[in-house]
């Protein structure tokens, strides 16, 4: 028998239970990616929502969602993200003050409010989809990609190809301009 | 039905022998070091000094725990947790032996490619939080050298997934029963053990802790236990770069006669004292070399590994 802490074995309560605190948490950090001063601390928090969000995917049986959503997200976009906001310097405190007044808030707390009145209204009216969706596994996933939606991976992959080759020119440039 | 107490049992046996093990290795390290620079090393405590890495962590211990005061406190504290924690997680997924592992995750490759990713975090965090120009010089260096790295780390053990048909690691062990991986996939494995240097900040890629130009690197703000973490954290990431390379490579516990434990023991020691060899006998890069060497180099290698791979996996197949 193959022994595992945290597969989908454990009663049902405890499952809920545990998608209720990383739900809780990811929340709570984005709530403070939005109203936290200093950027960098800011993108920390929004690395634990990230964390929080795989948690959440891998209770819901999409374990390769978890897993690629450490992988690229907490990992290499925030990665480079902090590399970038490291870079401003601690004067970036300062700006953010400025930037963060009272009225930059109506126009995402408006947008928000639709959200929540759609939440609202599917929680109102029982039309929600049970936790338990159907495990969708890394074969079927790789199946559907490659399958019936080769068209779009295809044209990620050329969408993707400008932008290296770009990155490419920009950074040659540069090089040569430091010689 | 778990079974809570073997899985706690699994656990602590684990922990604590990683933990063992770390300590152990620094000795290790500094008297094969010495045996092959031609002195002697720390030989005085214990048979053969052995008991070394006990007195430095007891003298760790009692050292006074500075923060300095330009330091982003919260973080500054935190960065070292993440360090140890990131490489313990990751030894959740090792499977030691048949059935000796805390959890057999479909996605154990991924796993561990995400914990590697996010150790990252500690060595950024750690230098950024210093506020001192040379950890954040030594932190923007790992920036770019693990982003680097961990890009064809991925890559390069993809070729032993697609041989074994799993991202299951007591799986790809299994399925080197009768050949191991090394054979077939003798560039992934290079590509990988280089990428894993790499992402341990190891000779010749410790450029993020250049002690000649940086300081410490990333760590020179963090005295006492702080700077000790990091310290066992670095021990325990060239243990678990050994002990993957085991597996994904070199037939985790399959060998004949011995117990297969201990055969993993034994592999892990091999590529233990490789890594140290590495480092007592290669200089460091220069950064751009580095740089270059991965993406120009090392990055096609496990490209072209994996088409290859690829290639030849789904001709068999048909």
């Not at chain 2, 620094?26 to 002195?39: K, N, S, T």
């Not at chain 2, 000779?203 to 700077?227: I, N, Q, R, W």
Request: charged letters at 10%.
């Amino acid at each position: 028998m193959r022994l595992s802490l945290v597969a989908p074995v454990a009663r049902d309560w405890t499952m809920e239970v545990l998608f209720y605190i990383a739900a809780a948490v990811t929340f709570l950090a984005t709530l403070r990616v939005i109203t936290h001063l200093h950027p960098v601390h800011a993108l920390l928090y929004l690395v634990v929502a990230l964390i929080a969000l795989a948690l959440i995917f891998y209770l819901l049986g999409a374990q390769f969602a978890a897993a690629l959503e450490i992988i690229i997200y907490g990992g290499a976009i925030m990665v480079l993200f902090i590399f970038v906001v490291m870079l401003l310097g601690p004067l970036a405190v300062e700006r953010e003050k400025a930037w963060l007044t009272p009225t930059a808030w109506v126009g995402p707390s408006i947008l928000a409010l639709v959200l929540l009145g759609e939440v609202g209204y599917l929680i109102a009216t029982g039309d929600h989809t049970s936790m338990a969706v159907a495990e969708p596994r890394q074969k079927g996933i790789s199946i559907a990609l490659y399958g019936p939606y080769i068209i779009g991976v295809e044209l990620a992959s050329m969408l993707l190809l400008p932008g290296l080759i770009g990155a490419y020119h920009l950074g040659r440039r540069l090089s040569r301009e430091g010689r | 039905m778990i079974d809570w107490s073997h899985t706690a049992l699994t656990i602590a046996v684990i922990l604590g022998s990683c933990l063992t093990l770390a300590g152990m290795m620094i000795w290790l390290e500094r008297r094969l070091l010495g045996v092959w620079q031609e002195r002697y090393g720390p030989n005085r405590l214990g048979p053969g000094g052995c008991l070394q890495s006990l007195a430095d962590m007891i003298k760790i211990f009692t050292k006074e725990d500075w923060i300095p005061p330009f330091a982003d406190k919260a973080v500054f504290v935190i960065t070292p947790a993440i360090v140890v924690i990131t490489a313990l997680m990751s030894f959740a997924v090792v499977p030691v032996a048949p059935d000796f592992v805390v959890a057999d995750l479909n996605v154990g490759v991924l796993f561990f490619l995400a914990m590697s990713s996010l150790a990252a975090y500690s060595v950024i965090i750690g230098g950024w939080a210093s506020n001192n120009k040379f950890a954040f010089l030594g932190s923007l260096r790992a920036i770019a050298q693990l982003l680097s790295y961990e890009v064809f780390m991925g890559i390069s053990l993809m070729g032993a997934v697609l041989l074994a048909g799993s991202f299951n690691l007591s799986d790809i062990v299994e399925a080197q029963r009768h050949q191991w991986f090394v054979i077939p996939q003798f560039f992934g494995f290079l590509c990988f053990f280089m990428a894993g240097l790499a992402e341990a900040h190891r000779t010749p890629f410790d450029m993020p802790e250049a002690e000649a130009e940086l300081v410490a690197g990333y760590h020179s703000e963090y005295s006492g236990m702080k700077f000790g973490m990091f310290f066992v954290g670095e021990y325990l990431s060239i243990l678990l770069l050994s002990a993957m390379t085991v597996i994904l490579f070199f037939g985790g516990w399959h060998g004949p006669w011995l117990p297969p434990a201990v055969w993993f023991a034994l592999k892990m020691f091999g590529f233990i004292v490789l890594i140290i060899l590495i480092r007592a006998t290669w200089p460091r890069f220069r950064f751009d070399q580095l740089l270059t060497f991965g993406w120009k180099i090392v990055m096609p290698l496990a490209l072209i590994n994996l088409l290859l791979t690829g290639g030849i996996v789904l001709w068999k197949a048909t």
